[in-house]
């Protein structure tokens, strides 16, 4: 309700200038561009992802989530995915967490298909627990208040869930997670690989502990912090991050894979770049990938300081995927060309939109989609002119005008928007535009402060 209130003026400014800009020519207002901040941005985005959230409080006030009574501190993901071919994984996940309410006698996790083996408390005392479905009710030896931390470990293993697109994929001699699902509903899928507060909301540090055969490379999230070989010849791959993320955005990529490092001198210092990528595609992927380092001091300047600690790319047989810190990028895609510049120009934007940010919910999706989708336009009139960012913007505004109300069931507001259009051309293209216009109506010395 409190969006309502709060977003439909704001949407409506905007669409009267969009109107406005069809009517008078839609770019001269790009020509005033030039100016930076780190702060303005930043605020337009914090101010709708706040009024998102309200709303969000408001729409579920009698549908809780999870993150309601639980705050994940940090996973301590131990996964093995030592034999690809039989399709399967085990893990123990320790689970360090607090609560903001005055007692809980249970921790409430998301876990799809895997089946759990056992519950143990830090203490390794064996704790009683239900799984029905996806939910996963563990019974805690002694209750919980605010300011306590407790640590749970889950053992569980299995063949574990996607779908076409979304969830944990085995791929010939590869396997890796996509943490979203376009025909999932709720579309978070961290819980197709460990046990999880599985939504936009909760936030939380993550260890990843990843054995795989001698042959195979795992690469997640954050730095990589040591590669141990163990006893039964696996190696263990240790991987930390150290900024919070919601659960689509952990990752894990496993495969013969070889690695082309790079740097890019950052607003904050040196920034390491991955791109572990097949190892037909070294050659290729120097050539895919020769503007990243242009591109993120595009971005830097426009929206601040990179905000994590590595910039990776990794090439999946699906994608693309904005895992922070670990682009899944499609193999294809790596070409040795700049075909598809485009496409990771859009993903490593959501590491400031979406990843640094998150939308409270899929209903306001188009806050990490729709700002990749205008970033594809933003990125090429900084690199290339204005010309090829007005030739960008066009194709959208005409299937935002012509065509997608007879896609998407007739004229839809950007939020809330309905599970199936999660991923569809409104959230994309028309919150494209609708930033785009955000833009003229402000002005750049507003709107990038
Ligand atoms: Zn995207």
């Not at 939910?135 to 569980?156: C, H, K, N, P, W």
């Not at 936030?203 to 070989?229: E, K, M, P, W």
């Not at 790596?334 to 990843?355: C, K, P, Q, R, V």
Request: glycine residues 10%; aromatic residues 12%; hydrophobic residues 40%.
């Amino acid at each position: 309700m409190f969006k309502f209130i709060g977003l439909i003026p704001i949407i409506g400014l905007i669409l009267r200038k969009f109107n406005k800009i069809l009517q008078f020519g839609q770019f001269n207002h790009i020509n005033r561009m030039i100016m930076i901040s780190k702060v303005s941005i930043k605020s337009v985005v914090l101010t709708l992802c706040t009024l998102a959230g309200l709303h969000l409080m408001a729409q579920n006030h009698s549908n809780r989530m999870l993150s309601d009574t639980i705050d994940v501190v940090n996973y301590e993901l131990n996964l093995s995915v030592t034999d690809l071919s039989s399709q399967t994984i085990s893990g123990k996940a320790g689970i360090r967490f607090t609560t903001p309410l005055t007692e809980i006698n249970q921790l409430i996790l998301e876990l799809k298909q895997l089946q759990v083996d056992s519950v143990k408390s830090d203490n390794d005392v064996l704790l009683g627990f239900t799984h029905v479905g996806n939910r996963l009710s563990i019974y805690l030896d002694q209750a919980m208040s605010v300011g306590d931390t407790s640590l749970v470990y889950v053992f569980y293993h299995g063949t574990p869930f996607h779908e076409a697109w979304g969830g944990f994929h085995f791929a010939g001699s590869y396997a890796f997670n996509l943490g979203v699902g376009f025909e999932s509903i709720p579309h978070n899928l961290g819980k197709t690989w460990f046990p999880c507060v599985d939504d936009f909301v909760d936030r939380a540090f993550y260890d990843y502990h990843i054995s795989v055969d001698n042959t195979n490379y795992a690469v997640c999230g954050g730095l990589l912090q040591s590669i141990s070989t163990m006893c039964d010849g696996t190696l263990m791959f240790h991987w930390k991050s150290d900024r919070t993320l919601p659960t689509y955005l952990a990752s894990v990529a496993i495969g013969p894979y070889e690695l082309v490092a790079d740097t890019v001198s950052g607003e904050a210092g040196q920034i390491p770049i991955t791109y572990y990528v097949r190892p037909s595609d070294t050659t290729r992927a120097r050539g895919s990938f020769i503007n990243l380092p242009l591109i993120t001091g595009i971005y830097e300047e426009a929206f601040g300081a990179y905000p994590f600690q590595r910039i990776g790319i990794t090439g999946t047989s699906l994608g693309a995927m904005e895992h922070a810190e670990n682009i899944f990028y499609p193999n294809g895609s790596i070409n040795g060309t700049l075909s598809d510049e485009w496409l990771y120009a859009h993903e490593l934007s959501h590491m400031w939109f979406g990843n640094k940010v998150t939308c409270a919910s899929d209903a306001d999706i188009w806050l990490n989609e729709g700002w990749a989708r205008w970033c594809e336009t933003y990125f090429r009139e900084k690199l290339y002119g204005i010309e090829a960012a007005r030739n960008n913007m066009r194709p959208l505004m005409k299937n935002v005008l012509q065509y997608i109300h007879t896609k998407e069931g007739g004229y839809r507001p950007l939020s809330p928007m309905p599970p199936e259009y999660t991923y569809g051309d409104n959230v994309y293209d028309k919150g494209g535009i609708v930033t785009h216009a955000l833009r003229g109506y402000l002005g750049d010395s507003l709107f990038f402060g």
